[in-house]
């Protein structure tokens, strides 16, 4: 008699220790095939399909949409076809799936799938019966499987979750199976109630990337003390330079914007401050300082905001700098990224390009010890010599760990890129490859 395959959550990636389910794309019975997505996860970088490593039929799903599940965790066990179902007496467990099964309509499910349910069923049927005999004589309470998110929201309605009943595989319970709960039994929590009087108010959960970025912003805010820091930049003859390289591209080569520059310029200090390059473990206490810069660029997608990553910068001239960056910010924002692609980065540049204000204060990409963010570009009166001159002013903002960065190396380090920016000529050599 066959084993069922079960598969777990595997290692997706530098320092991820869990994913949440976002989507199911089999349910119970199902026959699948190799490499068919069966779920999508979400990590706080990425989203993921996990694909089946086998084809098979759907055996039992451990997990809900919501659920946060920890590296190794199950997510579902699959059968392969012509294998024999184990018996409920060898796994006494899957009489709650049993249950779940026969309480989907069949009608939904594929006609195979069906004939497995009922398959299923007549194999429980007994064992279903002496089960529950033994839980009313023996007056052992079941154990109760709920998400993390689900057993939150109890606490806060005040129910206990045996007096819920779920609807997910082995009668697991969701937040939805708690909202309907608490609904059936017009039960609603002090903020609910206070909220529910006010007139338009609507009711938004913060679950998939959303989530994610309210947790890594706490923890970035919370765990890491942040001293910013603003200075101004003339990028007139930076703009100058910048026109006439656009007019004179070749027809592969991309237009530059603004980003290009930052980039490189951040690139021919990286080695002058190699702590503010840097990502820093406050767990273990110990600062990786990094002897190549990988920039992480803040890209809005319609789902939040997402940190892809240019590599290598100190090695790539502008023209390759503005492709890669075009590359991976339209790859984020159509859904297309891939993992190694928002890992690694060793200092952010966060812009808001022309929604960018005077000033800003943003927010450390933890671990990383620093984040660099281009203001609007505004042409403003300047008094050069004792006259007053148009200029094409800029202003850069800057966050930086202080348990790391000290004020006076955070000035410096801004006072530096200040000037090479103003003097941007060197910026248009071909990298240092050495």
Same mark, same amino acid.
């Given at each position: 008699m066959s084993t069922p395959?079960?598969?777990?959550? !595997? #290692?997706?990636?530098?320092? *991820?220790?869990?994913a949440e389910v976002t989507d199911l794309f089999v349910e119970i019975g199902s026959l699948i095939q190799q490499d068919q997505p069966l779920m999508e996860i979400m990590t706080e970088k990425i989203t993921l399909e996990i694909p089946s490593p086998i084809s098979g039929e759907i055996f039992q799903i451990?997990?809900?949409?919501? #659920?946060?599940?920890?590296?190794?965790?199950?997510?579902?066990?699959?059968?392969?076809?012509?294998?024999t179902m184990p018996s409920p007496t060898e796994n006494a467990s899957l009489t709650d799936n049993a249950k779940s099964m026969r309480n989907r309509k069949d009608g939904n499910m594929p006609l195979d799938a069906q004939h497995s349910n009922e398959r299923y069923q007549e194999e429980t049927e007994s064992q279903e019966s002496l089960d529950e005999k033994n839980s009313i004589d023996q007056a052992s309470p079941r154990p109760i499987l709920a998400a993390p998110a689900a057993r939150r929201r109890a606490m806060e309605l005040g129910l206990k979750l045996e007096d819920v009943q779920g609807s997910g595989p082995a009668r697991r319970i969701s937040v939805q199976d708690v909202e309907k709960h608490a609904a059936d039994n017009n039960i609603e929590s002090a903020t609910d109630a206070s909220d529910q009087n006010v007139e338009g108010v609507?009711? *938004?959960?913060? !679950?998939?990337?959303?989530?994610?970025?309210?947790?890594?912003?706490?923890k970035a805010k919370s765990r890491i003390p942040h001293f910013s820091y603003t200075e101004e930049c003339d990028l007139t003859e930076l703009e100058i330079i910048r026109?006439?390289?656009?007019?004179?591209?070749?027809? #592969?080569?991309?237009?530059?914007?603004?980003?290009?520059?930052?980039?490189?310029?951040?690139?021919?200090?990286?080695?002058?401050?190699?702590?503010i390059n840097s990502r820093y473990d406050d767990e273990k206490e110990i600062l990786y300082s990094f002897n190549r810069i990988h920039i992480g660029i803040a890209t809005n997608t319609n789902s939040g905001l997402v940190v892809p990553v240019v590599r290598d910068v100190q090695s790539i001239d502008i023209w390759q700098c503005a492709l890669e960056l075009s590359s991976i910010t339209e790859a984020t924002r159509t859904g297309k990224i891939q993992l190694h692609q928002i890992k690694g980065s060793t200092i952010t540049i966060s812009s808001l390009g022309l929604l960018g204000g005077v000033s800003s204060s943003p927010i450390i990409n933890h671990p990383e010890v620093a984040i660099i963010s281009p203001n609007r570009l505004r042409e403003r009166p300047m008094v050069i010599?004792?006259?007053?001159?148009?200029?094409?002013?800029?202003?850069?903002?800057?966050?930086?760990d202080h348990?790391?960065? #000290?004020?006076?190396?955070?000035?410096?380090?801004?006072?530096?890129?200040k000037l090479v920016l103003e003097s941007p000529a060197d910026l248009m050599r071909p990298a240092d490859l050495g």
């Open positions: 395959f079960e598969l777990k959550l !595997t #290692d997706v990636g530098e320092g *991820i220790v869990e451990f997990v809900n949409t919501g #659920d946060t599940i920890p590296v190794g965790g199950l997510l579902l066990s699959i059968i392969t076809p012509g294998s609507t009711e *938004i959960s913060i !679950t998939g990337l959303r989530r994610k970025i309210a947790a890594q912003m706490h026109n006439e390289a656009n007019m004179q591209r070749s027809p #592969d080569q991309i237009k530059l914007t603004l980003l290009p520059f930052v980039m490189r310029a951040m690139a021919s200090l990286y080695q002058e401050y190699p702590m010599n004792g006259q007053i001159e148009i200029r094409k002013m800029m202003n850069i903002s800057a966050s930086f348990r790391i960065v #000290d004020g006076h190396e955070a000035a410096k380090f801004i006072q530096r890129l």
